[in-house]
């Protein structure tokens, strides 16, 4: 019960990861904001029902377990959607302690293909769906924090493999995961002195988002052996970045996979060289040879 009566909103929680995060939020003493706007796996709405009924069956269902929830389906990529999102904890609840933003859909091409449409979806859902839960939550903790009432809140973002390192066919959502990263590190910064702290994920787990592209690696074991691939592995730790316990650590992104959960340190300054004036082209290429000898050899892309 680390999460004892701690008011938690998971955006995109219907299904897949967001969905496990709910249950375990519940499970761990929270109460919960589900929100999920029902759309398909190319973010088109009402495919798999209406977004309301998406929502309450997570809802019913941490209500079943003895927790308490209320659905919303509120469009958090919309100023005012995500604005009523912050309301609805307020209203139902008293309260906001945790943020998850998790929401998001894919519209993969390889770059040549990739329609302006299909660019600015991805972006909106994933980058903007970051941003205005974000900072509509800010508004309220920082209002707290002015009126002297004690903050103790979690923001964790859902990046991803694809935007640490890169993903072949994937250059709208690896570019929309790698602002998600540069954006938590900005808001660590920023509302640190509210009394929030701010962390990223990029979990690997088989959700509707993967399976087609990773079908073969992603698919369930039997014989009772431990599925690597289980959204729900993933959700301890981002239950644990929501508690009180995690009050230290900010501005971080933990890879997490099946067991195994990697701090991941971004770009670092490496070998630099100072010629203490400007540089003539011409005796830039043993220069830069010389510092990248001295750098660490980047990660590959996935799928190069």
């Not at 079943?64 to 999102?85: P, T």
């Not at 509302?191 to 690997?204: D, F, S």
């Amino acid at each position: 019960m680390i999460c004892e009566d701690r008011v938690v909103i998971v955006t995109g929680a219907g299904r897949g990861l967001g969905r496990a995060h709910a249950l375990e939020f519940a499970r761990q003493g929270a109460k919960v904001v589900v929100n999920d706007l029902g759309v398909s796996l190319s973010g088109e709405g009402g495919a798999d029902g209406p977004a309301q009924a998406v929502a309450e069956q997570t809802a019913e269902e941490i209500r079943a377990l003895g927790g308490d929830a209320v659905a919303d389906c509120s469009d958090v990529a919309a100023d005012e959607g995500a604005r009523r999102l912050v309301a609805t904890a307020l209203d139902r609840f008293g309260r906001l302690d945790v943020l998850v933003n998790n929401a998001g859909f894919l519209r993969d091409r390889m770059l040549v293909n990739l329609s302006e449409e299909e660019w600015d979806a991805v972006m909106r859902v994933h980058l903007k769906g970051h941003f205005l839960p974000l900072k509509h939550a800010g508004l309220h903790w920082r209002a707290e924090s002015k009126a002297g009432r004690p903050v103790d809140a979690r923001v964790i973002n859902t990046s991803s493999g694809a935007g640490l390192l890169g993903s072949v066919g994937q250059g709208n959502y690896s570019a929309a995961k790698a602002g998600i990263v540069g954006l938590t590190l900005v808001a660590a910064a920023e509302l640190g002195r509210y009394g929030v702290t701010v962390n990223a994920i990029a979990p690997a787990a088989r959700t509707r988002m993967t399976e087609q592209a990773f079908a073969a690696t992603m698919a369930a074991p039997g014989n009772g052996e431990f599925d690597a691939m289980d959204p729900g592995n993933v959700s301890p730790l981002v239950v644990w970045l929501g508690s009180a316990e995690s009050a230290d650590v900010t501005g971080r992104v933990f890879e997490i996979e099946g067991g195994r959960i990697c701090v991941m340190e971004g770009f670092r300054r490496g070998p630099a060289v100072d010629g203490g004036t400007r540089w003539d082209a011409a005796r830039l290429g043993p220069e830069i040879a010389g510092l990248l000898a001295g750098a660490a050899r980047p990660e590959p892309v996935y799928g190069a």
